[in-house]
């Protein structure tokens, strides 16, 4: 496959044709903060965390849907990338409902520990304080709209790994959710399986096990990526 | 013309508080209450949520007793699952329920209320608080100090640093005690011992030149309200209710908290945000009652620890019937802060503390549930209602505070009966009124927790009813 050479940072790297930004910055050390992304499967380019600059381009582009060309000049650091960064950060919090001393995934989750990470000490916009639901009718597991980001993560890996094709995303904008089946009580969906891949994947803590307490909810990624690697590079022990 | 005197706000209570006192005609207080500015939305804000996030919510609400709430919480939880809880997990929650005791009576005492009557009733407002005593007892203060530090310590061997905020959950507790954790506990007992002994010894020399306090602080008759064991001994997790009245006769005994509403009913008052429990049996103006350190020793049969049995029988000197004196909730959180070491001190012989069997697992198996605990102001009930996934649809939260509110407003109103002379104020007066508010130790934040400020209105009510005048902050 060809390979392709560009600047990262003031870093030169190459990567096969193919490869994401986030990609082969990540191969040279160096990293992008990410929210969508999940290592394994497909990105969509929802969060717009991963935002580069390019030189000669005034767009920031996402780095985990950008593929790499030949002479590309990317920033990663700027002044403008971590004003952004933050905003969107802020848009998230502001968005739903986050009480991170009470939440199950306190301490352990992506999106409370790049908000950390990005220096995000208040929110500038209004809380929009929506009423939304908690949904706890299925056997072991549990969704709280509250504090879904619509990353869409549980969404790939239940199409894409499991293939159970239970969960989607309904509505648009503010008013978009994460559903089961045709929008119906998780706990009356005949496609899914109970995997627990959408809970392994959901950075925050609105997929959950049932009966996980504050701080309680921690999640193994790594079973994802063995489910990925083992079918991709035919690891079965078969 | 009516005229209202408004002490505002209560300083040193964790909190904002208004006084509000009632004068007729003649300058003369007619009545007096104490306002608790109460943010009702909490309970509303719980509903919605998954059971088993009501600990950590809970607890997270309210910043003066957290531990309190986290173990009634779990309680309630339990219930709703219907599981026995595993014993060591229960052992635990009522060391940790001790040792909250000991720390928060250890403030209340050392920092609050001591200053008022070690520096004077009548000394310079910055010399009547904790520094001001610094000066003059440093090892007094330093003492108090170090016990609320051990009981923090040992509330943090449990649940780690920051006190972890759901380290209860319905069914049982989430980490068990080490070997090594016991023993920086006993380490620390000997001079917490030495400290409480201090404090009791003090405050006995101290009594005999505060009879007009003991007198006037809030001293009248009144029901009494606490958990009580089996054989009707000292209780305060776990246990069921008894109801007493100052005569010393048992109104109430035995009672299963699952079934607290048959007795405790809740008025709202208009005057403010709080509801006010009351003994339903005899109506909202009969049925006031206390619950706290007072009412606990009044309640009990015996303390159920040898040192603190005997400071029980000594206390008892105070009345023939119950103790009616709301000063002496003092003496009574210093004996509390003895038998709750005693019993530390006991638990830690008990191997099955270490054990690893610490959480019961269950679906939702009852759709209500009461916990109750006895927070160091006063007995706590957690009220939950559920649906059959273990969503909250219905919570009540009855705290000690509330409880006391009826009890609060009469001692405010005695206080002063016997100061303001008058259209004019004295200090003297102010600074008795505080303490006599004080002496409940109330946990204002947790019953006025702002998630938004609560616009404020005062009215000026003359004896015919009619408003003289409205002042209000929106
Ligand atoms: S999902 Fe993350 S950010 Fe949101 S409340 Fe929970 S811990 Fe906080
Ligand atoms: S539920 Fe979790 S994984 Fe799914 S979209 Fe929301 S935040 Fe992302
Ligand atoms: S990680 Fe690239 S847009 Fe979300």
Redesign the pocket.
Known sequence: MAVRTLTIDSKQVSAEEGTTILGAARDAGISIPTL?HLDGIYDVGACRMCLVELAGSPRLLPACTTMVAEGMDVRTQSDRLRRYRRMILELLFAERNHVCAACVSNGHCE?QTMAYSQGMDHVRFAYQSPLLEVDLTHASFG?D?N?????????RVCWHIEGAGT?N?SGRGTHAR?ISDLNQPWGMSETCSACGK?IQ????G??FRRGMTAGEMERDRTRLEFLVNAREKKQWNV | MAQRIVIDPVTRIEGHAKITIQLDDDGQVTDAQFHVVEFRGFERFCEGRPLWEMPGLTARTCGICPVSHLLASARAGDEILAVQVPPAADKLRRLMNLAQMVQSHALSFFHLSAPDFLMGWDAPVEKRNVFGLLGTRPELVRAGVRLRQFGQEVIEILGGKKVHPSWAVPGGVRSGLTLAGRERIRTGLPEAFQTARLALRLFKDLAGSLNREIQIFGNFPSLFLGLVGPDGEWEHHGGRLRFMDSSGSILVDQLDPQNYREYIGEAVQSSSYLKSPYFKPLGPEEGMYRVGPLARLNVCKSMGTPEADVELKEFRKHSNGAVTSSFLYHHARLIEILTSLERIERMLEDPELHSDHLRADAGVNRLRGVGVSEAPRGTLFHDYEVDRDGVVTKVNLVIATGQNNLAMNRTVAQIAKHYVKGPHVPEAMLNRVEHGIRNFDPCLSCSTHALGQMPLVIRLVGPDGTVLDERRRD
Request: net charge positive.
């Open positions: 969508c999106l969704m709209h504090r879904c980001i619509l990353c869409t993560r549980c969404v969960k995303v994460i959408c994947a959901c950075p925050t609105a997929l």
